[in-house]
C-alpha cells in the first residue's frame, strides 16, 4: 500500500513538472514573440451566425401586405418580403444575412402590415437563427402569444 501511493505521489509530482515547464515556457514564447497573427486564438473563438432562415406563415386571418426583418434602431426597412402580398395561411420564406462584423449581438425588429392598415411590431429583439415564424392577428401578439408556435 505504502509503494502504491509513493507512485502515485511520483506519478502526480512528474504531471504538475510538466504542466509548470509547459505554461512557463509558453508564457515566455508570448512575451518575445511579436504579435503578428495567432492562429490558435482564432481557432478558438466562437463562431457566429451571420445567417437567420425563417419560414414565415400567415395565421392573422387578414392578407399581409408589408412584411419586414429589420436591424433594430434603423430607419431603412428594407426588403418587403410580402411585396405582392401574403394571403392567409400562406408561407413566405426569409433569409436575412448580415456582415460577419455586425452580426455577433445582432438584433432585428420584424413587423408586418395587414391589408386593413394594422401595422404589429412581432419582436424587436430577434437573433439570427433558424426557426419557423406563425403571424398571428394583432390582438394575439399584443396579448403576448409566441410567433413561433403553430396555431392550436
Known amino acids: 500500500m505504502k509503494l502504491r501511493n509513493v507512485l ?3 506519478v502526480l509530482a512528474l504531471s504538475l513538472g510538466a504542466c ?3 505554461t512557463t515556457s509558453s508564457k515566455k514564447s508570448a512575451t518575445t514573440t511579436p504579435a503578428t497573427s495567432d492562429s490558435s486564438s482564432e481557432s478558438e473563438k466562437e463562431e457566429v451566425a451571420t445567417t437567420g432562415s425563417y419560414k414565415v406563415t400567415n395565421q392573422t386571418g387578414e392578407k399581409i401586405t408589408g412584411l419586414y426583418f429589420y436591424e433594430t434602431g434603423s430607419s431603412d426597412k428594407g426588403e418587403n418580403y410580402a411585396k405582392d402580398g ?12 448580415v456582415d ?6 445582432y438584433k432585428m425588429t420584424v ?5 386593413g392598415g394594422e401595422t404589429v411590431t412581432v419582436f424587436d429583439s430577434l ?5 419557423p415564424m406563425y403571424l398571428k392577428p394583432a390582438t394575439d401578439v399584443n396579448g403576448g402569444a409566441t410567433p413561433f ?3 392550436e
Open 8 to 10: 502515485c505521489a511520483g
Open 20 to 22: 509548470s515547464s509547459t
Open 86 to 97: 401574403l394571403e392567409p395561411d400562406a408561407t413566405v420564406q426569409v433569409d436575412v444575412t
Open 100 to 105: 460577419e462584423d455586425k452580426a455577433d449581438g
Open 111 to 115: 413587423e408586418y402590415t395587414t391589408e
Open 127 to 131: 437573433h439570427l437563427e433558424e426557426a
Open 149 to 151: 408556435s403553430a396555431a
